[in-house]
């Protein structure tokens, strides 16, 4: 009797704990007519499908270029320098507009060799640049004929993004646009929208805006992606028609072009995410200098994704001092484009060119080390995507079909590294990046441990496993030993 009764409150308690749980799988199973209704949200249900999607999450590692006038004062103005974000030196030292456009006459960057910039590219092994096309500054790296303040206006002349997008393409490297809405050299930006003047002001410069996307995507046709920032302000979150308009505007003029999420905002203002949760945008931009969690934030492998960081703290913009903050060893910046892919994500890694148009040393030597690391070991980033493997404490699982890739980070003691897979999931087989078979040891169901040589490369390294996957075919032999 005692144990029947127990067995009651045993029933009843599991249907308790069950209920969040029903609540929560009806609240995601909401039919479509339950979600609030909107003009300007989300365009599409989960991950583009198409072919220039694919190329764009296959490159996995791409670069940041951040160019422009800030370059010039590097992080220091008269004589005091700041310690802030280099190319947001103009607000950090409170500079007029016009005083900060005067740089332009400052604007020559005699070493600049767009081929050079692409050779580096190519060596480091990215498979696409992100180029700022224009800056919150407003200064723009092609002659726009909207505004005066060009590349076409310096003593330099030349149309730095024409030559980058020729350099690049030949070396097979996409081209991406870095363009910041918000812009502080023209008269009729509004960061908030206060009166009817407001108002008018700032539908000019929306006009203004995409006559030059417009412009942008009619001079350099080959652009793959715009990744668009400077759109946090109230005036564009009341606008969010227009970031649809833009979208839509860009995919009509340029076939498979992607876009980032930080350029939308829907009806209610919502940003990235529209009001009914959906992603906006081709992709998630938000992993600005950080990245999800590596074991609780998992969701982020719904959705295609983006991180880009900087090599010190928060410098985009050359600062000539960079000693101010941390600045990460290349292998951190490594394990940092591995983290992101085992999450399903792709990483850009920020360079900010100097005034003369070279690259600081630093800079060089991280191209260089992460291109040595990626000739030999990039099967394990291009084109791999999450595993979907439990983490395990040396490093990251990244998978293509049926190889899994583990990239090594941390060696235990023991130089035994455990492995869990998936129910059903078999290991066949463990290679090293040359072929050479690795041993690999099964120590219970679904648990193996790969068994390392005595001696191992003294830099991250790769594991690849093939395995078998029983799910698949209708062998249910193993699930039966239970
Ligand atoms: C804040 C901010 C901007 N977004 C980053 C990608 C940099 O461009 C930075 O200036």
Redesign the pocket.
Known sequence: MLRMKNLWLWIIGCCLLAAPSVLNAQKKMLPAEQEIRLQYGADRLGKRKDAAMKQFRDHRLGAFI?WGLYAIPGGEWNGKVYSG?A??LKVWAKVSADEWLTLMDQWNPTRFDAKKWARMAKEMGVKYVKITTK?HEGFCLWPSQYTEYTVANTPFKRDILGELVKAYNAENIDVHFYFSVMDWSHPDYRSSLKTKEDSIAFRRFLTFTDNQLKELATRYPTVKDFWF?GTWDASIKQNGWWTAHVEQMLKEMVPGVTINSRLRADDYGKRHFDSNGHLMGDYESGY?RRLPHPVKDLKVTQWDWEA?MTVPENQ?GYHKEWSLSYVKQPVEVLERIVHAVSMGGNMVVNFGPQPDGDFRSEEKELAQYIGRWMKKNGEAIYGCDYAGWEKQDWGYFTRKGDEVYMVVFQLPYSNRLQVKTPQGVNIIKATNIEQKEVKVQETARNEYQVVLPASTPNEPFVIRLHIENKNQTSDKYRDALT
Do not use: R
């Open positions: 951040h974000a190319e947001w800056h920032d600005e880009c985009w």
